[in-house]
Every structure is written in structure tokens, then in C-alpha cells.
């Protein structure tokens, strides 16, 4: 998706302080090169291949299309990537970029912790400094993912200011970026923040749509007549939907967390129902889910990955313009997917990814058998398992166990 300057429509932009200005431009300036470099893209093919594994498969669940008794369902397999979802193909990305543009540290910010560790991963391999900025209150419920940081050679700050929480952990990360710009990176994990960060997101998250079209007429005879993506800050989806943009007989649907209800705080509804509204935040202009004053609102998903105050800006656009349809899906449809997936399929989703399953779990039933439908799972579920062993009650969980997973579930803040 090409922006005119940095804008999707109305949405978009570049809103940073202007110390950050020369960088911003330098980013763009070596993005614009690097993704009409045939070096570049070799490099970036190679290390897709050979250190995260791609190309993913797509995977017919027959047993579960049989179930539904309608459409069939194809799922995109991200969840085989390296570290288990879409996310290393946007850190690797940036990785060879940051390489490109001779810096030698890359600054990140995560919530839940996955963009943290996958971004550590890929600074160690690319022999990287890496900064990792967390909130406290996230850093003691995550702490698993920190010591992998850690491992990893990572240096994770805790950050103890406001809420302590991934809003004061990105302040804290813009803060670094504007003192050391001129030798480190500020990797951002989704199709979110300052242009061109949601274009590059997107252009390097585009090889999972990019593989589908080539495999789903291998596989199935035809393209999907309807795909489906889960929409945190939208980098799976931009990367799905994108390459199927000008096909119009291929329905894009986008899925945001629809948590426990529509009451403030109890959901991330940005795009549907008309619970977002225009804003200029965090360097980009989106739909924010805000107050009447303008106050950013708590969020709330059962899936980390999809708790996020705001959107990316090319879903923004594409869904005022009718080429994206947004739906939600909320907490028990996505626990039940995520179960239906395991018992007939084998496989074991993220609850961030089984928000698309259970749109199109819905919509199968009402479909033909000739109708194809391509999810993206965009990652695997063990990171899960305390969260969804909560949500369901399971009562068999050690007792030591079900008070850990207590803390755990309690994470309100979000992945970005
Ligand atoms: C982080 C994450 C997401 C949400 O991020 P997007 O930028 O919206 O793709 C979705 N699924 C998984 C498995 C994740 O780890």
C-alpha cells in the first residue's frame, strides 16, 4: 500500500518532536532504497528462510470444516515463524535495515514481552546492542519472556513511572530515541507510530499474504473468497490483506478484540461498532478508542497482542473506504475456537489469533462447502496456557500453579 506522504487518507502521518525529525528521514530514505534493492531483498529472503523457517505452509482443517458443516477453512501458518508468530518477519526486517543504515543498537518496547523477544533474538544474531523498555507492573507478571531477554544479552529496563504499563514504557523508549538516534533503531513491532513505520511494517509483514496467493490455488484451485486476520495494531493483517487488496472477490475481514463487553475498558473495539474516534497520539494519526477530554482509554483483551489503545492506519483507512470489513470477537467465542482448533485440528492457536478463527467458525456454518476461507494464525498458543487454564476453570491445575496463573491472566496491558 503506497501512502502519499505517510498519509492513509486522514489517517497516517509523522506528529514527533522535531529532534527526531533528520531520523525520521533517514529511516524513510533507507527504507525507500532497501525495498527496491535486489541485495536487500536476497538478504531479507534468505534469513526468512533459513532462520525463521518460512515459507509457511497453509494447512486445510478438514476435520473442523467437516464439524461446521459449511465452508472450508485454510489456516496460514505464522505460528511455525521462529519464536512462534508474524512477529519475526517484521524484526528481521528492521534487523538488516538497522545493518544498512551502519547503526550498531536497537531500542523496543513490549508489553506481554513477545515483540521484546523477538526483537533480542534478532539483535543477538545480527550482533546488535538492545534495549528493551517495560513497564514494571509487566516486567514482575511477564517475567518468563524478561529472562529470555536477558539470556538473550538484552538489557531490560523496568519502567516505574505513571501506570507502569507498556503507555509509560513507550514514552520511556521515544525518550532513548531522542538522545541516541544517531547510532540506534527504534524497532517498532506493529504497523503503528510515525511514518514510514506503519508502511514498512507492513511491507515486510506482506510475505505472509504474498505466499497465501501463490499457495492457496495450489492447494485449493482457487484464491480464499474470504480471509480473515486478527487486528491488534494490525501487522498481521496489513501483512495478509495487502497483497489481496486489488482482488475484489476476495473479502478481507479484519477481527479486534471484543474482550467481555462494550463498556469502556472491558474491550479493544476501535474500528467496529463506531467505539473509536479520530485522534492524533503516540506520532500517528488513527481511530483511538478516547474519552470526550481526549484521554487515552484502558483497554481490555483476553489475548495481550490485541489490547492496544489505537490501530494501524492503513486498517483505518481501507475500513472507511468499505475494502476492509471489522468485526470483534469476545472472550468465550475465542476460548471455544481456540478448543476447536485443538480437538479436531491438532494444533494449538494463540488467543490473539483465535479471534480470526472464531469469526470465520461463525461464518462457516452459513457458507457452502465449495466457499473458502483463510485464516491467519499468526501464532502458537503456548504462551497461553496460564491464561486460557484460568479461563476455563481447570480445576485439575496444581493449586500453586492456578495462583500463578492468577497473576498472569491479570495482564491488562497490551502488546506492541
Ligand atoms: C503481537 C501479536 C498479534 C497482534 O499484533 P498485530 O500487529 O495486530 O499483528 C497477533 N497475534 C500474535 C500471535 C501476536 O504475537
Known amino acids: 500500500m503506497m501512502s502519499?506522504?505517510?498519509?492513509?487518507?486522514?489517517?497516517?502521518?509523522?506528529?514527533?518532536?522535531?529532534?527526531?525529525?533528520?531520523?525520521?528521514?533517514?529511516?524513510?530514505?533507507?527504507?525507500?532504497?532497501?525495498?527496491?534493492?535486489?541485495?536487500?531483498?536476497?538478504?531479507?529472503?534468505?534469513?526468512?528462510?533459513?532462520?525463521?523457517?518460512r515459507p509457511t505452509p497453509v494447512t486445510h482443517c478438514q476435520r473442523l470444516s467437516d464439524k461446521l458443516g459449511g465452508a472450508q477453512i485454510y489456516l496460514k501458518r505464522e505460528d511455525l515463524n521462529h519464536s512462534g508468530a508474524h512477529k519475526m518477519n517484521n524484526v528481521i526486517g528492521q534487523g538488516l535495515l538497522v545493518k544498512r543504515m551502519g547503526k550498531r543498537r536497537v531500542i523496543a518496547e513490549t508489553g506481554a514481552g513477545q515483540h521484546g523477544v523477538a526483537t533480542a533474538l534478532v539483535a543477538a544474531r545480527l550482533g546488535l546492542e538492545c534495549t528493551v523498555y517495560m513497564g514494571a507492573k509487566d516486567v514482575a507478571r511477564q517475567y518468563p519472556n524478561v529472562f529470555w531477554?536477558?539470556?538473550l544479552g538484552a538489557t531490560v529496563v523496568p519502567v516505574t513511572t505513571g501506570s507502569q504499563t507498556l503507555k509509560d514504557a513507550l514514552d520511556e523508549a521515544l525518550r532513548d530515541w531522542s538522545a541516541s538516534y544517531e547510532d540506534s533503531h527504534y524497532l517498532i513491532g506493529t504497523a503503528c507510530g510515525?511514518?514510514?513505520?506503519?508502511?514498512?511494517?507492513?511491507?515486510?509483514?506482506?510475505?505472509?499474504?504474498?505466499?497465501s496467493r501463490t499457495q492457496m490455488p495450489v492447494l485449493a484451485g482457487q484464491l480464499p473468497d474470504k480471509v480473515y486476520a486478527c487486528v491488534g495494531g494490525g501487522s498481521n493483517a496489513c501483512g495478509m490483506f495487502l497483497p489481496f487488496v486489488d482482488d475484489q472477490n476476495v473479502e478481507l475481514v479484519g477481527v479486534e478484540a471484543g474482550g467481555k463487553s462494550h463498556a469502556p475498558g472491558e474491550h479493544?473495539?476501535?474500528?467496529?461498532?463506531?467505539?473509536?474516534?479520530?485522534?492524533?497520539?503516540?506520532?500517528?494519526?488513527?481511530?483511538?478508542?478516547?474519552?470526550?477530554?481526549?484521554q487515552l482509554s484502558e483497554t481490555h483483551s483476553i489475548a495481550a497482542g490485541l489490547d492496544y489503545v489505537g490501530?494501524?492506519?492503513?486498517?483505518?483507512?481501507?475500513?472507511?473506504?468499505?475494502?476492509?470489513?471489522?468485526?470483534?470477537?469476545?472472550?468465550?467465542?475465542?476460548?471455544?475456537?481456540?478448543?476447536?482448533l485443538m480437538m479436531h485440528e491438532g494444533i494449538i492457536p494463540a488467543l490473539e489469533s483465535s479471534h480470526a478463527l472464531a469469526a470465520a467458525i461463525a461464518d462457516a456454518p452459513m457458507l457452502?462447502?465449495?466457499?473458502?476461507?483463510?485464516?491467519?494464525?499468526?501464532?502458537?498458543?503456548?504462551?497461553?496456557?496460564?491464561?486460557m487454564a484460568t479461563a476455563i476453570r481447570d480445576d485439575a491445575f496444581p493449586t500453586?500453579?492456578?495462583?500463578?496463573c492468577q497473576n498472569y491472566a491479570q495482564t491488562e496491558e497490551g502488546e506492541v
Open 4 to 53: 502519499d506522504k505517510g498519509y492513509y487518507g486522514q489517517y497516517g502521518g509523522s506528529y514527533i518532536p522535531e529532534i527526531l525529525f533528520s531520523s525520521q528521514q533517514q529511516i524513510q530514505q533507507a527504507f525507500d532504497e532497501a525495498r527496491q534493492d535486489p541485495d536487500f531483498l536476497q538478504a531479507l529472503h534468505h534469513e526468512w528462510q533459513t532462520y525463521s523457517g
Open 149 to 151: 531477554m536477558r539470556q
Open 194 to 211: 510515525c511514518a514510514p513505520f506503519p508502511e514498512m511494517v507492513s511491507f515486510f509483514q506482506s510475505v505472509i499474504g504474498q505466499e
Open 268 to 294: 479493544s473495539i476501535r474500528l467496529s461498532d463506531g467505539l473509536g474516534s479520530f485522534g492524533i497520539a503516540q506520532g500517528y494519526a488513527t481511530q483511538f478508542l478516547q474519552d470526550e477530554n481526549g
Open 311 to 340: 490501530v494501524s492506519p492503513i486498517l483505518a483507512h481501507l475500513a472507511e473506504e468499505g475494502r476492509v470489513t471489522m468485526t470483534y470477537a469476545q472472550d468465550d467465542a475465542v476460548i471455544e475456537a481456540a478448543r476447536m
Open 368 to 387: 457452502d462447502k465449495d466457499t473458502h476461507l483463510l485464516v491467519t494464525l499468526s501464532g502458537r498458543g503456548d504462551k497461553d496456557i496460564f491464561n
Open 400 to 404: 500453586f500453579l492456578q495462583e500463578f
